[in-house]
C-alpha cells in the first residue's frame, strides 16, 4: 500500500510561487499539489519570465483554477492551503480557507527562520525553559541583499501598497520576518509601544548590505543568548554559563525531510502528525501589530500604542521611509 500524502492546493503562480513554493512541494516525498489557483493565466513579474498557468498545471500535474471558491467548490479533497499571493490578499484567502473548514490541524506562518533548529533552541532557551530570566532587552538586526528588489519601481507587488495595506516594501517583506523571530524566541515578555522612525533614500547606502549576517541578542536578568540565524549558524551562549547537554540537543535537533524545516512541519501537520509551529496566529497577530504601530508612529513621531494583547510591540524601531518602500 502507498504511502498517504499530503494533498495541498498552492494558492498563487507569482515569482515567489514559482520560484519557491511549488519546487519545494514538488519535490517533497510526502506532498502532492493537487490544485493551483491563479486568477491570471498568463502571470508577470518584473524580475524574470514567469510560466503560464496551463504550462504549471501540466509541469505540475494538476487542475488549476482562477478563484479559491472554485476550487473549494470542486470535488477535490484538499489537506491544507499554501497562500503565497500579494500581502494584501492574505487575509481575504485565508479566512476563505478557515470557513471551508481547513482548520483542524494547524495555522501556520511560513517565517522560514523560526522553524530552524537553532531558532527553536533559543525559543527554548527564553521563553519556555526560561534559562535566561525575565526578558529586559532585545536588539535585533537584518542585513538582507534586497534592494534589487525594493528599488526596482516596476516590482509593483513589492513597492507598492494595495487594497487597505498600510505600507508594502521592506516593511512587510522583511521586517515582518525578524519581528516574528523576536515574538517567537521573547513571546509576551515585551512591551507594547512602538517608537519608530523611518529614513529616507539619502540615508541609504549605494549597495545592498551583504546577506547572510543577521545578529540576534535578547538579554536579560539572568544571561543572554546570542543567535545567527541565517546561512551560517554561530551558536548560543549565556553570560552566566555555556550551554548544557538539552541546550544543545535542541540546538542540533532537525528531522531529515525534502525542502526547509518550514515546509516539513506543515507538510507533518496537514497528515495529521506532530508538527513544530515555529509561527502560529499569535506570533503573526503579535507581528501585524507592531508594525502596523511603526507605521503610525513614523508617521506622528509619537510613541503609539499597539492593540491590546500579550507581546504586541516593542520599543525603538527603525526602518526605511521612501514612497516606493512605505
Not at 167 to 182: E, P
Not at 230 to 254: I, K, N, Q, T
Request: with cysteine; glycine share 12%; hydrophobic share 40%.
Amino acid at each position: 500500500m502507498s504511502q498517504r500524502k499530503a494533498r495541498i492546493a498552492v494558492l498563487g503562480a507569482g515569482w515567489w510561487s514559482q520560484g519557491w513554493h511549488l519546487p519545494h512541494l514538488s519535490r517533497h516525498s510526502e506532498a502532492e499539489i493537487v490544485a493551483i489557483v491563479e486568477p491570471n493565466p498568463h502571470p508577470r513579474s518584473a524580475i524574470n519570465e514567469l510560466e503560464s498557468t496551463a504550462a504549471l498545471g501540466e509541469r505540475y500535474g494538476c487542475p488549476v483554477f482562477s478563484s479559491l471558491a472554485d476550487a473549494l467548490a470542486s470535488p477535490l479533497r484538499l489537506d491544507g492551503l499554501l497562500v503565497c499571493t500579494s500581502h494584501a490578499s492574505h487575509f481575504e484567502l485565508g479566512i476563505a480557507g478557515l470557513r471551508a473548514g481547513l482548520h483542524g490541524l494547524a495555522f501556520l506562518i511560513n517565517n522560514t527562520a523560526n522553524y530552524r533548529a537553532q531558532s527553536r533552541a533559543a525559543a527554548a532557551l527564553v521563553r519556555e525553559r526560561r534559562r535566561v530570566g525575565r526578558v529586559q532587552h532585545v536588539q535585533c538586526c537584518m542585513h538582507s541583499a534586497l534592494l534589487w528588489l525594493f528599488d526596482d519601481p516596476s516590482n509593483e507587488g513589492w513597492t507598492r501598497s494595495t487594497g487597505r495595506m498600510s505600507g508594502n516594501g521592506f516593511g512587510w517583506g522583511q521586517l515582518s520576518h525578524l519581528l516574528a523571530f523576536v515574538f517567537h524566541a521573547a513571546g509576551g515578555q515585551l512591551g507594547k509601544y512602538v517608537s519608530a522612525r523611518f529614513f529616507g533614500d539619502e540615508a541609504r547606502p549605494d549597495t545592498a548590505p551583504p546577506s547572510g549576517l543577521n545578529p540576534h541578542w535578547i538579554r536579560d536578568s539572568g544571561g543572554m543568548v546570542w543567535y545567527q540565524g541565517m546561512a551560517v549558524y554561530e551558536g548560543l551562549s549565556r553570560r552566566a554559563g555555556g550551554l548544557d547537554a538539552d541546550d544543545e540537543a535542541a540546538g542540533s535537533a532537525r528531522r531529515a525531510g525534502t525542502g526547509p524545516e518550514s515546509l516539513c512541519s506543515f507538510v507533518d501537520a496537514c497528515l495529521g502528525r506532530e508538527h513544530y509551529v515555529g509561527a502560529g496566529a499569535e506570533v503573526g497577530l503579535a507581528v501585524v501589530r507592531a508594525i502596523d504601530a511603526m507605521y503610525r508612529s513614523a508617521r506622528s513621531g509619537r510613541l503609539e500604542a499597539c492593540a491590546p494583547g500579550e507581546g504586541a510591540g516593542i520599543v525603538g524601531v527603525f526602518g526605511v521611509e521612501a514612497d516606493k518602500w512605505v
